[in-house]
């Protein structure tokens, strides 16, 4: 298997044609044809299917594909060490981070890496949990900060706790609903939710799954913060937030007055605790291992280029997810988190 065959099978996915992908490669159709069918008798399977309408992957091109998507941002990776190792800091960083994990010791991480390092092109996504860690796996990114419920579902990225939020559910001002105090009275009403559901880590199913109910039978499900808000205060829906979501917090981004109105739910609620995410300490580049330290620097206070990755006593098992009242103990720092 060649760096060549890889790089060809990434261009036909892209453009799910032969003549495009020879096209932005530079080379001849044959020539490319005959890379792909040199792989295919090497690996003694088909990748591509050919059709009228052009080219699409098989399930063996798929997990190609997907290795191969990481074997090329990982020679990315190499150049820019040698690069950075010469003293020439043009780079990119792609960072995925969620909602909750948007806060202004991100930003203030941001600018100071932006101060020391003017030329690396930094990108930022809002993403959801399970992209993040797609993007991870898959190469595409090269750190998240990704918030969660209850503890990872996958041991195959490194996870390090920064801070922990607690969580409210909320309602708008003169909803019904708005004096429950027990999730149970809840079960009926019609709820909000941001995250997909099927997600067993997301806010919903792990409040659902710690008072061992059943989910809610009507679920709107919208993936916009913003349009969540708005929302949330326009309708009778119950919905789920971050504490910073209400005046007063310090968070970024909320309703003015008391348009949205925390329940008084004498129930535990599980906490949000987000986490900086990466595959490996040893494999990132430089500049993604300086804007790593950035981050625990303006998160956590710690100004170290890579500890090991921590695990809480109480971030053990997905079954016993912990409480905004535990997490008080946890240490959080103040500032303004995005909801």
Not at 249 to 261: E, F
Request: hydrophobic share 45%.
């Amino acid at each position: 298997m060649k760096l060549q065959q890889l790089r060809v099978m990434l261009a036909v996915a892209e453009h799910g044609s032969i003549h495009e992908a020879s096209r932005t490669l530079h080379i001849s159709q044959p020539a490319l044809s005959k890379s792909i069918a040199d792989l295919e008798r090497e690996l003694g399977v088909t990748l591509l299917a050919r059709s009228a309408r052009g080219v699409s992957l098989t399930a063996y091109g798929r997990a190609i594909l997907k290795r191969a998507r990481v074997v090329e941002q990982e020679l990315r990776y190499a150049v820019e060490d040698i690069e950075s190792i010469r003293g020439h800091a043009e780079a990119e960083l792609n960072i995925g981070f969620t909602p909750v994990a948007a806060n202004a010791r991100l930003t203030e991480a941001m600018s100071a890496f932006r101060q020391r390092f003017p030329h690396v092109t930094l990108r930022a996504f809002e993403m959801r949990p399970q992209q993040i860690q797609e993007g991870l796996r898959e190469g595409r990114l090269d750190l998240g900060l990704v918030s969660t419920n209850s503890a990872p579902c996958t041991t195959a990225l490194q996870w390090e706790h920064m801070f922990s939020v607690g969580m409210k559910l909320a309602v708008r001002a003169g909803h019904p609903l708005r004096h429950v105090r027990h999730i149970h009275a809840l079960l009926d009403a019609d709820w909000l939710v941001l995250d997909p559901v099927d997600d067993v880590n997301s806010p919903l199913p792990t409040l659902m799954r710690m008072h061992r109910l059943a989910m809610p039978p009507r679920i709107v499900h919208v993936a916009s913060n913003l349009l969540g808000l708005q929302l949330a205060a326009g309708s009778n829906l119950v919905s789920v937030w971050s504490e910073l979501a209400f005046p007063g917090t310090g968070g970024p981004l909320q309703l003015a007055g008391d348009a949205l109105v925390p329940l008084p739910i004498e129930d535990e609620l599980p906490a949000f605790h987000v986490h900086l995410v990466y595959r490996s300490a040893d494999l990132m580049t430089n500049v993604c291992a300086e804007f790593a330290r950035e981050v625990r620097r303006c998160t956590t206070g710690v100004d170290t280029a890579a500890p090991p990755p921590v695990t809480p006593a109480w971030f053990q098992s997905p079954q016993a997810p912990v409480s905004a009242a535990r997490a008080a103990n946890t240490p959080t720092l103040a500032g303004s988190y995005m909801v």
